[in-house]
């Protein structure tokens, strides 16, 4: 398994298996501080699975999480904030409500609201990121009022907004044009580079999987039963490290993007 540097987030051994079915199998993985981890895959092989148990919602029945070597929390925490394809900001508060959300529950659990210097704070915190995903314009208005690319930047802002160390990002970009995609990568590479975190991003999009990867992950089966396909897990087939990309490229067997278009997955490439 490649990967350079000090492991950030490991996961040893891992086996998921739902209704008697393995999903994933053996899935060894190490990930250095500051990488940006790109994952594919065919349709169903588990990649949410997987960004799921690094967000500590599940856990494997065999094989353990590590975050700078300890064991991650069997439940969310604010360590790891997450984006899903789908939007997921809450529809009744308008932007600038669901910018201070995150910090109004981490501040006051009970009520979910700031008063006096921690409110101030909030609001200068929220203000910056209004600014930063460009929706300083539509600071009033409800995601329903929202296009899906605003709609999702200001899901990647609230998720954000924790400081989260790790940043979990589940087809982000996956129902959007390909401009505003563009406009999307621009943003998160900077995000990304300003925030110092570790992102693991899952996509379908074999380009976009390069051009944001410092690191891409493929999760495949290598062992198939021809009677019963369910009968074997996916693990992590390739890990493929980016610093220089063309190397890398290289180094994909030719017949990959044939096999995962083949799979379901679209190629963009
Ligand atoms: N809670 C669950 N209970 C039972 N089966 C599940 C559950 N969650 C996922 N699965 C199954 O596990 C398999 C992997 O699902 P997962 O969503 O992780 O795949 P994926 O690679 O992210 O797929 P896609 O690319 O289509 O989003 C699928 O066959 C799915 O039906």
């Known amino acids: 398994m490649s990967g350079a540097g000090k492991a950030f987030v490991e996961a040893r051994?891992?086996?998921?298996?739902?209704?008697?079915?393995?999903?994933?199998?053996?899935?060894?993985?190490?990930?250095?501080?500051?990488?940006?981890?790109t994952i594919l895959g065919a349709s169903g092989c588990g990649k949410s699975t997987f960004l799921r148990l690094l967000l500590g919602q599940e856990t494997p029945q065999k094989g353990e999480i590590l975050v700078d070597g300890k064991q991650i929390a069997a439940e969310p925490d604010p360590d790891r904030g997450v984006v899903f394809q789908k939007y997921s900001v809450f529809p009744h508060?308008?932007?600038?409500?669901?910018?201070l959300l995150p910090a109004e529950i981490?501040?006051?659990?009970?009520?979910?609201?700031?008063?006096?210097?921690?409110?101030?704070?909030?609001?200068?915190?929220?203000e910056e990121?209004?600014?930063?995903?460009?929706?300083?314009h539509a600071r009033n208005r409800y995601p329903a009022q929202l296009s899906g690319g605003m709609q999702?930047?200001?899901?990647?802002?609230?998720?954000?907004?924790?400081?989260?160390?790790?940043?979990?990002?589940?087809?982000?970009?996956g129902a959007l044009d390909p401009g505003i995609r563009a406009d999307m990568h621009v943003l998160i590479t900077e995000l990304w580079r300003s925030c110092g975190m570790t992102v693991f991003m899952v996509t379908h999009d074999i380009q976009e999987a390069f051009k944001l990867g410092t690191r891409?992950?493929?999760?495949?089966?290598?062992?198939?039963?021809?009677h019963a396909p369910e009968r074997f897990g996916a693990t992590i087939t390739y890990?493929?490290?980016?610093?220089?990309?063309?190397k890398a490229?290289?180094?994909?067997?030719?017949?990959?993007?044939?096999?995962?278009?083949?799979?379901?997955?679209?190629?963009?490439a």
């Open 106 to 126: 981490g501040g006051s659990p009970f009520l979910a609201r700031l008063f006096g210097a921690a409110r101030r704070h909030a609001e200068e915190a929220a």
């Open 13 to 37: 051994g891992i086996h998921v298996s739902y209704d008697g079915n393995p999903i994933l199998e053996r899935v060894h993985m190490s990930v250095e501080r500051g990488a940006f981890v």
């Open 152 to 173: 999702q930047r200001l899901a990647i802002g609230q998720a954000l907004l924790k400081k989260p160390r790790i940043l979990l990002l589940d087809e982000p970009f």
């Open 249 to 268: 490229a290289a180094a994909l067997p030719p017949d990959l993007l044939k096999t995962q278009s083949h799979q379901g997955v679209d190629v963009h």
């Open 129 to 136: 990121m209004l600014v930063e995903i460009g929706l300083s």
């Open 239 to 246: 890990d493929l490290p980016l610093d220089h990309k063309a």
């Open 216 to 226: 891409i992950l493929v999760f495949d089966k290598v062992r198939h039963d021809p």
């Open 93 to 99: 508060l308008t932007v600038w409500q669901n910018l």
